[in-house]
């Protein structure tokens, strides 16, 4: 059984930074890739960023330059440093590994 347990959301000011984690439990997370969504209201969820088991990454157009990716496998958790952010930046974030297992969501707010 997957569980990915997501922390490090809350409120920001614009130009400011987070970083966001999600451990996973179980057995798998080193062989698969792992990514990072956002759905703001009224908006489909939409990919952030995604890291393959051996380090490759990919991001929006929308972040790209302002947030990283990242993996530690022998803790089982992805990071998501998110600097220089928005307000359009204003979402839920979940983890998702495999393109199966979801975490539970986290409120990202970028505002004055």
């Known amino acids: 059984q997957v569980q990915l347990v997501e922390s490090g959301g809350g409120l920001v000011q614009p130009g400011g930074s987070l970083r966001l984690s999600c451990a996973a439990s179980?057995?798998?997370?080193?062989?698969?890739?792992v990514a990072w969504y956002r759905q703001a209201p009224g908006k489909q969820r939409e990919l952030v960023a995604r890291?393959?088991?051996?380090?490759?990454?990919n991001y929006a157009d929308s972040v790209q330059g302002r947030f990283t990716i990242s993996r530690d496998n022998a803790k089982k958790t992805v990071y998501l440093q998110m600097n220089s952010l928005k307000p359009e930046d204003t979402a839920v974030y979940y983890c998702?590994?495999?393109?199966?297992?979801w975490g539970q969501g986290m409120q990202v707010t970028v505002s004055s």
């Open positions: 998702n590994l495999a393109n199966t297992y």
């Open positions: 890291i393959s088991n051996n380090g490759i990454t």
């Open positions: 179980g057995s798998i997370f080193s062989i698969y890739i």
